[in-house]
């Protein structure tokens, strides 16, 4: 059964330094999604991406974040400049219909620790 | 400082008895919703979705039931499982049709021998 699968499955940082996060979202799907959950929380959305352009974003996503799909198959999302309040799980989804509104599917997570 | 985390309902269920999760949501645009199982350590895995225009939807030992009128989604799950214990979120899509979802706290079921 295909699956999103992430890179790393935990990062440490030191704050003020970048991060990237790596998703590989399932081959078919065209729409991409970063949220992310602090521990004990709820999920959050981030951010959502289709066509090669962010569809939407949440206020968390601010002028340190970005997110690329370099080629193909990758989705990352970077962190410029890392904050102690960006430690959580970041969790990458897609999904394949069209209008996104459709199954998505998250990864593992990449468990992020700022120090 | 030191962080507070949501205090989660827990539903305890013993094992072979059905459960039901309840889930309010607050976006009456909200025209797709999803149930998402975690387990901990892991990311949410889909288990069922509904759409506006339905009350109810079967899966393999899952229902979802959908009350528009107050704003409300059960997940019922028949014959529980240890391998259920988990946390349940309800998402809405807020009628984005962007594909973004709006998380509820979720549930904790425990599955008890």
């Known amino acids: 059964e295909p699956e999103v699968t992430q890179t790393p499955s935990h990062q440490v940082t030191q704050m003020g330094q970048e991060v990237i996060l790596r998703c590989v979202p399932i081959s078919n799907h065209l729409y991409f999604y970063w949220y992310r959950q602090i521990l004990g929380q709820k999920v959050e959305f981030l951010v959502s991406?289709?066509?090669?352009?962010?569809?939407?974003k949440s206020e968390i996503f601010d002028d340190q974040f970005s997110v690329e799909r370099p080629d193909g198959s990758n989705f990352t999302l970077k962190i410029r400049s890392t904050k102690l309040e960006d430690s959580a799980m970041y969790f990458c989804?897609?999904?394949?219909?069209?209008?996104?509104?459709?199954?998505?599917?998250f990864g593992p997570g990449t468990r992020l620790t700022v120090t | 400082g030191e962080s507070v985390g949501l205090h989660l309902p827990t539903l305890s269920v013993q094992e072979g008895d059905n459960s039901i999760i309840n889930c309010a949501y607050s976006n009456s645009a909200s025209d797709y919703f999803i149930w998402y199982k975690q387990e901990s350590g892991k990311g949410p895995q889909f288990i069922i979705d509904i759409r506006s225009n339905m009350d109810k939807r079967q899966g393999q030992r899952v229902t979802v039931l959908l009350n528009k009128t107050v704003k409300h989604l059960s997940l019922q799950i028949a014959a529980t499982q240890p391998g259920d214990s988990a946390v349940y979120f309800c998402?809405?899509?807020?009628?984005?049709?962007?594909?973004?979802?709006?998380f509820g706290a979720g549930t904790q079921v425990v599955v008890t021998p």
């Open positions: 998402a809405e899509n807020g009628g984005d049709s962007w594909g973004k979802l709006q």
């Open positions: 989804a897609s999904s394949g219909l069209a209008g996104g509104v459709g199954e998505q599917y």
């Open positions: 991406f289709y066509n090669n352009e962010i569809s939407e």
